[in-house]
């Protein structure tokens, strides 16, 4: 386990429990998180054998929103493999694909400790034009081969707490960025404030889906291309303010990787 991320996350649950929020529920009526979390919390890009992350900045950009809207320190670590014990030092991991991808059978064992464990986990299609696309078929895929049964995804609806943990999406996520059309003959590029209304997808979905271990929200499955929207330099800030209430909802909702490691923390230094 890699010690500095245990550190860190030990740090983040001491002062959410300081701070009277040690725990956040699937329902809009609880009180926000924003001004009463502080702490520290180390991410990290999650790598397989048969993938790469499809945003490789993304993970930096997420870092960069949670250190300038709330009060938790992120900072980034190196590379992440799926089949690593330091995986479970992690409160929330992300997984972006563009492509086809088999998980080994070490992976899969891995990742399904993990998730039994208290770890959260965001897995994302970037193919987000594309409906039924071979990145978002090997990842639904993944979840089934690791959580059998248990792999049911369910709709969030806008009541759910992941979208009111810190910033409030009444509506859902926001919109997919925009993909220009790799065959288009002639793009015109315009300064941001010249810029039109922010095209939407005929296809997009208004919602994220999630998996539920013991009834607690274990992953979340997104179709809207959050990491490539993290990545752009303007029009992004609604997706990094959802980028922050996916993070700050792992660390705090019951049953987390945060608060199992700060019982032991706990235990170790009466």
């Known amino acids: 386990m890699a010690i500095t991320s245990l550190s860190a996350i030990v740090l983040t649950?001491?002062?959410?429990?300081m701070n009277g929020c040690a725990g956040l529920y699937a329902d809009r009526s609880n009180a926000r998180l924003r001004g009463k979390v502080s702490g520290f919390v180390h991410l990290s890009l999650v790598y397989g054998r048969d993938f790469r992350p499809a945003t490789p900045r993304s993970i930096i950009e997420l870092a960069e929103a949670l250190n300038r809207f709330t009060n938790v320190r992120?900072?980034?670590d190196g590379h992440l493999f799926l089949d690593s014990g330091d995986l479970h030092s992690y409160p929330f991991i992300?997984?972006?694909v563009d492509r086809a991808f088999t998980p080994t059978r070490e992976e899969i064992a891995n990742l399904?400790?993990?998730l039994w464990n208290g770890g959260f986990?965001?897995?994302e299609n970037i193919q987000a034009n594309r409906e039924y696309s071979q990145a978002e078929a090997s990842l639904r895929d993944m979840m089934k081969k690791t959580l059998g049964s248990k792999a049911r995804f369910r709709i969030l609806s806008n009541r759910h707490g992941i979208y009111h943990s810190f910033f409030d999406?009444?509506?859902?996520?926001?919109h997919s960025a925009p993909i220009i059309d790799p065959q288009a003959v002639e793009v015109t590029i315009l300064p941001p404030q010249q810029l039109g209304p922010e095209p939407i997808y005929v296809n997009e979905v208004s919602f994220f889906e999630g998996i539920f271990l013991n009834g607690r929200l274990a992953a979340v499955y997104s179709n809207k291309a959050l990491g490539r929207?993290?990545?752009r330099e303007f029009r992004n800030e609604p997706h990094l303010k959802m980028g922050v209430n996916l993070v700050l909802?792992?660390?705090?909702?019951?049953g987390a990787i945060t608060q199992k490691n700060a019982e032991i923390y706990r235990e170790a230094n009466p």
Request: hydrophobic share 45%; charged share 15%; proline share 9%.
């Open 94 to 96: 992300y997984i972006s």
């Open 229 to 231: 929207s993290w990545e």
């Open 13 to 17: 649950v001491l002062s959410l429990m």
């Open 121 to 123: 986990l965001f897995l």
């Open 112 to 114: 399904k400790y993990y």
């Open 169 to 174: 999406f009444d509506d859902g996520p926001p």
């Open 74 to 76: 992120a900072e980034v």
């Open 249 to 254: 909802f792992a660390l705090t909702q019951p």
